[in-house]
């Protein structure tokens, strides 16, 4: 029944810019599927991405409106779900400052993501100067030796290891309770977060006495992993991307470059498509997949014919999507979207921050 109240799911993305088919195939069409099944506030996690990267701030606002407008130009649907930008609601913060205060910080150092990823943007950021990382690690080593700890927590002694980024977990607890989310939509390897935001939740109500907060359950979604052009998976890191709206041009340029089965250098001769990323498209965007590897494996197509026909379907979907996304882009809608949103999304939030603030003793 349409007036039936349904289940809250709450989910948000970090606003990397433009999508390409990894999200769309990986995340996105997650969303879409959800977005008519459940209550969804679907945000754009900015704050998020300063806790790791406040050195490339300027790129935020930018990248926020175009990942938008590629959510609206594929499908996710304002009138169906609610749309907004996580700094315009401020009751994340606000929330996310109270879970804090009965946080254990051993729960957030124990997270395996933080040291990890932090591992990650030394090694980033030391890319290419083998010299001065090592000069950074002595002076790290010293100083992580001389305070009595590991020294194999280098990273954890940078100075890229900011509250913000250790307290991430805190934030994102505030992001789903303040809207008392059913469920938060994740794969299995994700639940160890979601896990904190549970403990979270019992944390503060046992403390305070209460039963405001309710803990999520994770919605176990599964994703279609698309490779990018050079057989790794497809990342903007990596450089190996095909974007959602990408330019014809550039589409059928990138089909080209595609990694294929190096055996099968002329047409007739045998190939092997398990492992081919032309044939791993071809399982998403053709419907006669099987036969396209059929005729692989026999030799009745090379590899130019194969990527030709892969280039006229996916022209196809992208097309459509491309020029959805123009109109979109040129009504100036995303702004629309984004106030009308904050504004649904604040009269949720405001309310059950005010009943935080209550159940802490504030008010
Ligand atoms: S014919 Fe197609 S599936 Fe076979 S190796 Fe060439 S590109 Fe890949």
């Known amino acids: 029944m349409d007036n039936e109240k349904k289940p809250v799911v709450v989910s948000g993305a970090r606003p990397t810019g433009r999508l390409h088919l990894g999200n769309y195939w990986g995340t996105m069409k997650n969303w879409l599927a959800l977005q008519d099944k459940y209550d969804c506030y679907f945000f754009v996690a ?3 991405a300063l806790t790791t990267g406040a050195d490339k701030s300027e790129t935020i606002a930018g990248n926020s409106r175009d ?9 996710l649907d304002p009138v169906k779900a609610v749309f907004f930008r996580q700094s315009d609601v401020k009751p994340h913060a606000e929330l996310a400052l109270l879970l804090g205060m009965v946080t254990p910080i051993s729960w957030l150092l124990r997270n395996p993501t933080f040291k990890d990823q932090l591992q990650e943007l030394y090694k980033a950021k030391y890319k290419g100067q083998e010299d001065k ?3 950074a690690e002595g002076v790290t080593k010293q100083l992580a030796e001389a305070h009595g700890h590991d020294a194999d927590e280098l990273a954890l002694h940078s100075d890229m290891a900011v509250l913000g980024f250790l307290g991430y977990p805190v934030l994102q607890a505030a992001d789903v309770l303040l809207y008392d989310a059913k469920f938060v939509p994740i794969g299995k390897d994700q639940l160890p977060h979601l896990e904190i935001s549970r403990d979270i939740a019992r944390r503060f ?8 907060l309710c803990e999520p359950e994770p919605l176990f979604t599964s994703a279609t992993l698309v490779p990018g052009i050079d057989g790794r998976k497809m990342s903007k890191s990596y450089g190996n991307t095909i974007a959602l ?4 041009k550039s589409l059928e340029t990138k089909i080209k470059k595609m990694y ?5 250098v002329k047409a007739d001769d045998p190939g092997h498509p398990e492992g081919c990323v032309v044939c791993a498209f071809h399982k998403l965007y053709n419907q006669d ?5 059929d005729a692989c494996r026999t030799g009745k197509t090379g590899c130019g014919g194969c990527k030709k026909l892969l280039t006229e379907l996916m022209e196809k979907e992208i097309g459509v999507f491309r020029a959805r996304r123009a109109e979109l882009e040129a009504s100036g809608k995303v702004d629309e979207v984004l106030a009308a949103g904050a504004v ?8 059950k921050m005010a009943a935080a603030s209550k159940a802490a003793g504030l008010i």
Request: aromatic share 8%; no cysteine.
């Open 344 to 351: 649904r999304a604040r009269a949720v939030a405001d309310k």
């Open 67 to 75: 990942m938008v407008l590629d959510w609206l130009a594929m499908g």
């Open 133 to 135: 990382m090592k000069k």
């Open 289 to 293: 997949w099987k036969a396209q590897e």
């Open 205 to 212: 109500n046992h403390t305070f006495g209460t039963s405001l």
């Open 46 to 48: 900015d704050w998020h």
């Open 245 to 248: 709206g990408e330019d014809a």
């Open 260 to 264: 294929t089965d190096p055996l099968k």
